[in-house]
Antibody, heavy 114, light 109 residues
Framework: EVRLVQSGAEVKKPGESLKISCQGF????????IGWVRQKPGKGLEWMGI????????RYSPSFQGQVTISADKSISTAYLQWSSLKASDSAIYYC?????????WGQGTTVTV | EIVLTQSPGTLSLSPGERATVSCRAS???????LAWYQQQPGQAPRLLIF???SRASGIPDRFSGSGSGTDFTLTITRLEPEDFAVYYC??????????FGQGTKLEIK
């Protein structure tokens, strides 16, 4: 079974750093893009960026460029989303998703409260 | 960056009826790289349609996608109770910069 498992909920203070993870199972993790999506409470989906784990080629939405860092470690089939200095406005659910021909497999989401 | 505008914002229908959701792009979508997702409350989104008209694995045939260029449509024939949810379109271009529409809430009338 192909699945993505995300790290647990986080409660942080403004100005703190954070790194959340997304681990893939059941497929060749390095060979498919992994994307990140933000959803603020009661709001729609916002595409943040995408990474190709095999060579760490990364693309960012202009709205999120410079605000977050996306990375991956293919040796442990894990992608990451990190902040160096959180703001209250970063409070949201963050989803990772495999992008093979669209975002076809999604993680369960990680709730971040700042 | 391509902007996607969905209409209507909310659609009120009864089970058994037909639903039509529109997604209009600010410029032509490369290779019709347009997907539709369904999101139930408290759940992650689920891929329904990719490539504008191809159903994802396990998606019932009452869901269909159509369109090209800048105008796309998601149609759900014979609404089932579990179809009442929020629907999003998403485009993915060759530079791998994606955008979502703002969402359409399909509610029971």
């Amino acid at each position: 079974e192909v699945r993505l498992v995300q790290s647990g909920a986080e409660v942080k203070k403004p100005g703190e750093s954070l790194k959340i993870s997304c681990q893939g199972f059941g497929y060749s993790f390095a060979a498919d893009w992994i994307g990140w999506v933000r959803q603020k409470p009661g709001k729609g989906l916002e595409w943040m960026g995408i990474i190709y784990p095999d060579d760490s080629d990364t693309r960012y939405s202009p709205s999120f460029q410079g605000q977050v860092t996306i990375s991956a470690d293919k040796s442990i089939s894990t992608a990451y989303l990190q902040w160096s200095s959180l703001k209250a406005s970063d409070s949201a659910i963050y989803y990772c998703a495999r992008d093979e021909y669209a975002m076809d497999v999604w993680g369960q989401g990680t709730t971040v409260t700042v | 960056e391509i902007v996607l505008t969905q209409s209507p914002g909310t659609l009120s229908l009864s089970p058994g009826e037909r639903a039509t959701v529109s997604c209009r792009a600010s410029q032509s979508v490369t290779n019709n790289n347009l997907a539709w997702y369904q999101q139930q409350p408290g759940q992650a989104p689920r891929l329904l349609i990719f490539g504008a008209s191809s159903r994802a694995s396990g998606i019932p045939d009452r869901f269909s996608g159509s369109g090209s260029g800048t105008d796309f449509t998601l149609t759900i024939t014979r609404l089932e109770p579990e179809d009442f949810a929020v629907y999003y379109c998403q485009q993915y271009d060759d530079s791998l910069i994606y955008t979502f529409g703002q969402g359409t809430k399909l509610e029971i009338k």
